[in-house]
């Protein structure tokens, strides 16, 4: 008995967190690629903590590389086809008719929450996928990835 009521209370206080990540990436297609590849052979998923993110108020951080995977990187640039009708290119590159490099910013209307989509695939087939939602714009963003920081 006691145990199905910590159980209960555990879940009762999770419910909030997992309905928050949930509702990150809502609407966008990109969520399934982490969704379908974030468990495959020759693949890195990164979610950051709340402790690592507080300091660029960055509300969420998700990142995926995939080492040389045709099927995907065509999955890939068909979500951020989709994605990047409703987001403002900052930056786009193409070669041969492909994505090869993206910085997408999603913004709501009466929302301080800016949506950040970062692509890039290297000339060795390595694609990287990057997701990153928080009250910064995107000189912040640029800031903190292109400022370096001595540990």
Same mark, same amino acid.
């Given at each position: 008995?006691?145990?199905?009521?910590?159980?209960?209370?555990?879940?009762?206080?999770?419910?909030?967190?997992?309905?928050?990540?949930?509702?990150?990436?809502? #609407?966008?297609?990109?969520?399934?690629?982490?969704?379908?590849?974030?468990?495959?052979?020759?693949?890195?998923?990164?979610?950051?903590? #709340?402790?690592?993110?507080?300091?660029?108020?960055?509300?969420?951080?998700?990142?995926?590389?995939?080492? #040389?995977?045709?099927?995907?990187?065509?999955?890939?640039?068909?979500?951020?086809?989709?994605?990047?009708?409703?987001?403002? =290119?900052?930056?786009?590159?193409?070669? /041969?008719?492909?994505?090869?490099?993206?910085?997408?910013?999603?913004?709501? =209307?009466?929302?301080?929450? #800016?949506?950040?989509?970062?692509?890039?695939?290297?000339?060795? *087939?390595?694609?990287?996928?990057?997701?990153?939602? *928080?009250?910064?714009?995107? /000189?912040?963003?640029?800031?903190?990835?292109?400022?370096?920081?001595?540990?």
């Amino acid at each position: 008995m006691k145990r199905n009521l910590l159980l209960l209370l555990a879940f009762m206080f999770l419910c909030p967190v997992i309905s928050e990540a949930a509702k990150t990436q809502e #609407n966008l297609k990109i969520k399934d690629v982490f969704r379908i590849y974030g468990k495959h052979k020759n693949v890195v998923m990164v979610e950051l903590s #709340n402790e690592m993110i507080d300091m660029y108020d960055i509300t969420f951080y998700r990142s995926i590389t995939i080492k #040389n995977d045709p099927e995907a990187l065509e999955f890939i640039r068909k979500c951020l086809e989709a994605d990047q009708k409703n987001a403002r =290119k900052i930056k786009e590159v193409t070669d /041969d008719g492909g994505i090869i490099s993206a910085y997408y910013q999603i913004s709501e =209307k009466d929302s301080p929450v #800016n949506r950040f989509i970062l692509f890039k695939v290297n000339q060795k *087939g390595v694609i990287t996928l990057i997701y990153i939602e *928080g009250e910064l714009d995107s /000189d912040d963003l640029i800031t903190i990835l292109f400022t370096k920081k001595d540990l």
